[in-house]
């Protein structure tokens, strides 16, 4: 399993941007896939996004799709995900998820998929 560290959390107003990092030595070449989560307490942790490593693809939850942007660069071994349009049920602990090595599925709706986890970092919007 990879260590994962997220960055880049912080209080927001609603409208703004801000751009999370998720690092570890060997992510991007190592996993097949690199995804977000969110949770808010009290409620189910939220897939987010998903990028494939080796082609690129990418996927998103409803709720994000056209505000949010994951990306990776190979060189860093990090993943970004870029969060613009900001609302108030934005704000979460956001955490960046891996699969264990040989591990292929890499499905939002399902946080068993990874095994490896951030510790989180924690994004507030203001309205």
């Known amino acids: 399993q990879v260590q994962l560290v997220e960055s880049g959390g912080g209080s927001v107003q609603a409208g703004g941007s801000l751009r999370l990092s998720c690092a570890a030595s060997?992510?991007?070449?190592?996993?097949?896939?690199v995804a977000w989560f969110r949770q808010v307490p009290g409620a189910e942790r939220e897939g987010v996004a998903v990028?494939?490593?080796?082609?690129?693809?990418?996927y998103y939850a409803d709720s994000v799709k056209g505000r949010f942007t994951i990306s990776q660069d190979k060189a860093k071994d990090t993943v970004y995900l870029q969060m613009s349009s900001l609302k108030a049920e934005d704000t979460a602990m956001y955490y960046c998820?891996?699969?264990?090595?040989?591990?292929?599925?890499?499905?939002?709706?399902?946080?068993?998929?990874?095994?490896?986890w951030g510790q989180g970092t924690q994004l507030t919007v203001s309205s």
């Open positions: 998820a891996a699969p264990a090595y040989g591990g292929m599925a890499c499905r939002l709706r399902v946080p068993g998929d990874f095994a490896s």
């Open positions: 060997g992510l991007t070449s190592s996993s097949a896939c």
């Open positions: 990028i494939y490593t080796r082609g690129g693809g990418t």
